[in-house]
T-cell receptor, first 113, second 114 residues
Framework: SQQGEEDPQALSIQEGENATMNCSYKTSINNLQWYRQNSGRGLVHLILIRSNEREKHSGRLRVTLDTSKKSSSLLITASRAADTASYFCATDPNTGTASKLTFGTGTRLQVTL | DTAVSQTPKYLVTQMGNDKSIKCEQNLGHDTMYWYKQDSKKFLKIMFSYNNKELIINETVPNRFSPKSPDKAHLNLHINSLELGDSAVYFC?????????????FGPGTRLLVL
């Protein structure tokens, strides 16, 4: 079964509104990451939050992590049309020589003018 | 100044053929990965190499054989292609000693097996 399940699967909002996406996972993690994928493109790393952190900010992005509930949320404030993309959470359980990321199912965000 | 590049971008081929996809990164990273993204956008890791050594090998048919000639290159050879191999294949790289976990992805190779 998939490690990460994201909710909602699709989200449509108007420019200027906030978008919140949630991610749940099943096993213990070293860190959790969020990536963006524009249509037909590769994934772009947005933010990484470690298992001992509860909240992190980067520009208009705010990520929270609740390891007791095995869940994370990504908030995009003041959304723009350019934020239209699919957003994936990815969990990394390893402390070894590679980050073995397990990706969620993704949330498709549509921001309309 | 492309960070992670893949060739070809598109690959259309017949069932049973053998094909290769190439990946190169100019970030100086020590670890490279291959992922497969299916038609439902589900992304799953296939292989990872650290300093040319295979360190992650997921449950992948042995028709798939990765090869890393040096730290900057990771190629994927696929034998006897099947319809189910149609997907987008992404290469990625990371530097595990710095910004551990952050991966940089290539643009993907869209493989269609007919």
């Amino acid at each position: 079964s998939q490690q990460g399940e994201e909710d909602p699967q699709a989200l449509s909002i108007q420019e200027g509104e906030n978008a919140t996406m949630n991610c749940s996972y099943k096993t213990s993690i070293n860190n959790l990451q969020w990536y963006r994928q524009n249509s037909g493109r590769g994934l772009v790393h947005l933010i990484l939050i470690r298992s001992n952190e509860r909240e992190k900010h980067s520009g208009r992005l705010r990520v929270t992590l609740d390891t007791s509930k095995k869940s994370s949320s990504l908030l995009i404030t003041a959304s723009r049309a350019a934020d239209t993309a699919s957003y994936f959470c990815a969990t990394d359980p390893n402390t070894g020589t590679a980050s073995k990321l397990t990706f969620g199912t993704g949330t498709r965000l549509q921001v309309t003018l | 100044d492309t960070a992670v590049s893949q060739t070809p971008k598109y690959l259309v081929t017949q069932m049973g053929n053998d094909k290769s996809i190439k990946c190169e990164q100019n970030l100086g990273h020590d670890t490279m990965y291959w992922y497969k993204q299916d038609s439902k956008k589900f992304l799953k890791i296939m292989f990872s190499y650290n300093n040319k050594e295979l360190i992650i090998n997921e449950t992948v048919p042995n028709r798939f054989s990765p090869k890393s000639p040096d730290k900057a290159h990771l190629n994927l050879h696929i034998n006897s292609l099947e319809l189910g191999d149609s997907a987008v294949y992404f290469c990625a790289s990371s530097q595990v000693s710095r910004l551990k976990g952050t991966q940089y992805f290539g643009p993907g190779t869209r493989l269609l097996v007919l």
